[in-house]
């Protein structure tokens, strides 16, 4: 045989071997329609989307889980890991959970668990129905609400990406992620009225890197809230209204809290919201520590409490009150803040006075009141920033306590 055709039949050996191992390699697809889904609002699909996950969680070989175009119902699933291989959900179209909260048990509607490599895109939405839950809130009576369901839950997931999907009217929080690392929100949408009790946008708790990049979240409660463990959170392009904000906390409620570490929020725009960014910890507290937090170049627009440390933190008068916080907090930067206020303290750093925040630093903070009857004012308490840049209105003015770089 000749040079030439040698290298020919080298050529087409390679590319059979490529073509075959692609072939082996691309994500075999599981659509729930096939497990007995029906997209008539009304058929149950939960036993279709447990039996498609079982399958394709036990295939050795990449699988997506299709969700069609259409509506489904669907009751409560718990879908766990590990899998033998990477896992996607492609939600295409939109899933439904019962409107009554008394059709799902315990606090959440859909669980991720314990999984490696996970993805859920498709462009789709879940609707939590959560109109009738919301009359069931009562949060505001007692310090442990009851039980209602959250949109999702991904628990123990790492290396995920949750991308192009929209969670509607959860009855509680939006999306709760609690021990995972490695996981990107890109392109979420969060929806439901501003009066919706309880229905953070998307809450993280003892979590290594979790990231949240251009997303638009409209909820009643905070936009972003950041609870005990959380590390390496970066939360970039979020787009913030109406809600309460976005938050490091409440911290300093329970005992045995993990510390909070590596906080960045940047780019961000809120509107009309009760709070702007915020670091919250309950007073009497146990110890607890947060540090090496900053909120950077963001856009305020008709925003109450712009920029707030509040250790003091007491909704509903569920705390033992004048007993100082004991949560440590400290490294901690607000800079190229800019816009409208709409109440009057426009920055208010309230520390403990157990524990002083330390290392905290303002630059270009720029906030007028939003309002004909005065000026912007702050106020502080327990702490000594250091400030540079525009000063409006002027920071810790009114005290001692204030040392401009």
Avoid at 42 to 62: I, V
């Amino acid at each position: 045989m000749g040079k030439m055709a040698m290298e020919s039949s080298f050529m087409v050996f390679v590319c059979l071997i490529y073509c075959v191992s692609s072939s082996l390699t691309q994500a075999q697809v599981f659509d729930v329609t096939k497990y007995g889904a029906k997209a008539d609002g009304s058929t149950d699909m939960a036993q279709a989307m447990k039996t498609a996950w079982t399958e394709a969680c036990a295939s050795p070989s990449p699988s997506t889980i299709l969700i069609p175009r259409g509506t489904f119902l669907m009751s409560q699933v718990s879908l766990g890991g590990p899998c033998k291989s990477s896992m996607a959900v492609q939600l295409q179209g939109t899933v439904k959970a019962p409107a009554d909260p008394a059709q799902t048990k315990g606090d959440s509607w859909i669980v991720i668990r314990n999984i490696n490599g996970f993805k859920l895109n498709g462009g789709g939405t879940f609707d939590g129905q959560g109109k009738i839950a919301w009359t069931k809130n009562d949060c505001h009576l007692k310090k442990k609400c009851t039980n209602l369901p959250i949109n999702l839950r991904f628990d123990f997931v790492t290396n995920a990406l949750i991308q192009d999907i929209t969670t509607l009217d959860s009855k509680q929080f939006h999306v709760n992620v609690l021990g995972c690392k490695n996981i990107t929100f890109q392109h979420v949408t969060v929806t439901a009225p501003g009066d919706s009790p309880n229905t953070d946008g998307i809450h993280i708790g003892r979590s290594n890197g979790v990231t949240i990049v251009d997303s638009i979240i409209q909820t009643g409660d905070d936009c972003v809230s950041i609870g005990d463990g959380s590390q390496q959170i970066n939360i970039t392009g979020v787009t913030c209204g109406p809600g309460h904000g976005i938050s490091v906390g409440s911290l300093g409620k329970w005992k045995n809290e993990e510390p909070v570490v590596g906080i960045f929020v940047k780019n961000c725009t809120i509107t009309g919201t009760m709070n702007g960014v915020r670091i919250k910890t309950w007073p009497a507290s146990p110890a607890g520590i947060a540090t090496d937090m900053h909120f950077e170049d963001i856009i305020m627009n008709d925003v109450g409490n712009p920029v707030l440390i509040d250790q003091e933190y007491c909704p509903w008068n569920q705390c033992t009150d004048g007993v100082p916080s004991r949560v440590k907090v400290s490294k901690v930067s607000f800079k190229n803040i800019r816009g409208t206020s709409s109440t009057q303290v426009a920055v208010q750093l309230s520390c403990s006075k157990a524990l002083p925040c330390e290392e905290v630093e303002l630059a270009d903070i720029d906030l007028t009141f939003h309002a004909t009857n005065g000026t912007a004012t702050s106020v502080c308490d327990n702490i000594k920033p250091v400030i540079s840049g525009t000063q409006n209105p002027p920071i810790c003015s009114t005290t001692s306590t204030a040392q401009p770089a």
